[in-house]
């Protein structure tokens, strides 16, 4: 059974750092595509940042240089570290994963298991 369970969600002031982790186990993520997704309120799913077997990673334009994302292979845990946060990046974060090795998908419906989501609430 392929569980993803995220962690390190909270809140905090604009321009503060989190850090979420998603722990895989039933599915291994290093030569797989993994993503962060998020929703807002009233929005649709938003893929935030997606990585493959290649280990180049993509971002959405809006988290460009403010976000990393990251496998910890040993630990089969996927990272999203977030730097100066803003309030427009309040949102359930959600990790994702997907059986194909590259060309990792912004689309959600691309993604065959999901963790249950973290929150994430930046303040002004």
């Known amino acids: 059974q392929v569980q993803l369970v995220e962690s390190g969600g909270g809140s905090v002031q604009a321009v503060g750092p989190l850090r979420l982790s998603c722990a895989v186990s039933?599915?291994?993520?290093?030569?797989?595509?993994v993503a962060w997704f998020r929703q807002a309120p009233g929005k649709e799913h938003d893929a935030v940042a997606r990585?493959?077997?290649?280990?180049?990673?993509t971002y959405t334009d809006s988290v460009k240089g403010r976000f990393t994302i990251s496998k910890d292979n040993a630990q089969n845990t996927l990272h999203l570290q977030m730097n100066s946060l803003q309030p427009e990046d309040t949102a359930m974060y959600y990790c994702a994963a997907d059986k194909r090795e590259y060309g990792c998908s912004a689309r959600k419906d691309e993604y065959d298991y999901w963790g249950q989501g973290t929150q994430v609430t930046v303040s002004s």
């Open positions: 990585i493959g077997r290649s280990r180049i990673p």
């Open positions: 039933g599915y291994t993520i290093s030569s797989n595509c």
